[in-house]
């Protein structure tokens, strides 16, 4: 079983529509982000916690918004979806450790919207 | 603030050829290296890591070295495989504050047999 699970892994919606993406891990991880991958500009990111109490906006936070349901559990959701919110979203885990903890992804949300 | 530059792609080889991806990177403090790799409909997956200046990561053939002096995390294979085709992340690791990862763009890389 992957230690980082993201559903749905692709979706198809409509402008305006209320969309949320979860993320459950099993890695016992504080640390959660979610990022979005655009063709050519790699990966940005657009929030992040460092527990269930700890929410902060990342680079391109706007029309984005989260919940930390629990260590394990971390959605983003677009509350009103546009075209160019269209993209391969990813959430990751990290541990506590300083410096060098690597982060681990999950395989991706593939979100289109018409 | 920090940054990340990689070679641009698509970069196709020959199996057995020699790989090299550039990646330099500007930084205020000294964060920790990373390359990571995605498969074609995968997330990605830590290649390897280096933590600080002089440090080598390596893993499946594949080294980098952390160099201060040239802000630099070259990516190196000896000899590539058709399994290696997929797309290359060079990225840092800021040091407090979020600690987000900084990607460079990404690169493409194709072997053929």
């Known amino acids: 079983d992957a230690d980082v699970t993201q559903t749905p892994r692709n979706r198809i919606t409509k402008t305006g529509k209320r969309i949320m993406l979860e993320c459950s891990q099993t890695?016992?991880?504080?640390?959660m982000y979610w990022y979005r991958q655009d063709p050519g500009l790699g990966l940005r990111l657009i929030y992040y916690?460092?527990?269930?109490?700890?929410?902060n906006k990342g680079e391109i936070s706007d029309g984005y918004s989260v919940s930390r349901q629990a260590q394990a559990k971390f959605s983003l959701s677009l509350e009103s979806a546009i075209p160019n919110q269209t993209a391969l979203y990813f959430c990751?885990?990290?541990?506590?450790?300083?410096?060098?903890?690597?982060?681990?992804f999950g395989d991706g949300t593939r979100l289109s919207i018409l | 603030g920090d940054s990340v530059t990689q070679m641009e792609g698509p970069v196709t080889l020959s199996e057995e050829a020699f790989l090299t991806i550039n990646c330099t990177y500007t930084?205020?403090?000294?964060?920790?290296l990373f390359w990571y790799v995605q498969y074609p409909g995968e997330g990605l997956q830590l290649l390897l890591k280096?933590?600080?200046?002089?440090d080598k990561g390596s893993n499946k053939g594949f080294e980098a070295t952390y160099r201060k002096e040239t802000t630099s995390f070259h990516l190196e294979k000896g000899s590539v495989q058709v399994s290696d085709s997929a797309v290359y992340f060079c990225?840092?690791?800021?040091?407090?504050?979020?600690?987000?990862?900084?990607f460079g763009k990404g690169t493409k890389l194709t072997v053929n047999p």
């Open positions: 990751a885990t990290s541990g506590n450790g300083q410096g060098g903890q690597p982060q681990h």
């Open positions: 280096a933590t600080k200046a002089d």
């Open positions: 916690s460092f527990d269930v109490k700890d929410i």
């Open positions: 930084a205020t403090g000294y964060p920790s």
């Open positions: 990225a840092l690791k800021e040091r407090g504050g979020s600690e987000k990862l900084v």
């Open positions: 890695k016992g991880h504080d640390r």
